[in-house]
């Protein structure tokens, strides 16, 4: 048995990043994360992701809301950052409060801006093969750990142990 390690990946995906911010000039992407309420995990994720895209140039704003908030107050969120041209990519933390419409809310994201790929439109783009739509993270992360490791596919069986649209 292989140990496969994370951070080898992490390098060279921040070196295509790199390579295709490059290409772009005078273009800054910037991630929107929408937090709703103080739980710990969440905040501390929050943290780390913005170090790590900040670490290689990327923006991130944060969007705070009080776990009380009301189903219009959020979707009022979503739908400002679905137009504002500055915003590239939009990512909800979960699991949110239960008084939340969170299907509605994946509806409303941009297929463009759905970089957790919880929108109707990303979904059905995974299973037609879009290469445009985008993957839950978790399960983008695995491929690319095979990518990386050169790991082939074709004809494997595979276990998946806690199936979730958080995880993927």
């Known amino acids: 048995?292989?140990?496969?390690?994370?951070?080898?990946?992490?390098?060279e995906i921040e070196k295509e990043c790199v390579?295709?911010?490059?290409?772009?000039?005078g273009v800054m992407p910037a991630l929107a994360l929408i937090r709703v309420g103080e739980r710990?995990?969440?905040?501390?994720?929050e943290k780390a992701i913005k170090k790590r895209f900040l670490s290689?140039?990327?923006e991130v704003k944060s969007y705070q809301l009080p776990?009380?908030?009301s189903n219009e107050q959020f979707q009022e969120v979503i739908q400002f950052l679905n137009d504002d041209e500055e915003i590239h990519g939009i990512?909800?933390?979960r699991p949110l409060p239960s008084h939340l419409d969170q299907e509605t809310a994946f509806r409303m994201i941009k297929r463009e801006k759905d970089v957790e790929g919880v929108s109707r439109?990303?979904?059905?783009?995974?299973?037609?093969?879009d290469e445009s739509a985008f993957a839950p993270c978790t399960a983008q992360a695995v491929?690319?750990?095979?990518?990386?490791?050169k790991i082939p596919l074709a004809g494997k069986e595979v276990c998946i142990l806690g199936r979730s649209l958080v995880v993927g």
Request: proline residues 4%; aromatic residues 12%.
């Open 56 to 58: 290689f140039g990327l």
């Open 91 to 93: 990512m909800i933390f």
């Open 40 to 45: 710990t995990a969440d905040v501390t994720y």
């Open 19 to 25: 390579a295709f911010l490059a290409e772009r000039p």
């Open 1 to 11: 048995m292989e140990e496969l390690l994370g951070k080898p990946v992490a390098e």
């Open 121 to 129: 439109e990303s979904m059905a783009g995974l299973i037609l093969k």
């Open 67 to 69: 776990a009380d908030c």
């Open 143 to 149: 491929m690319e750990m095979c990518r990386f490791y």
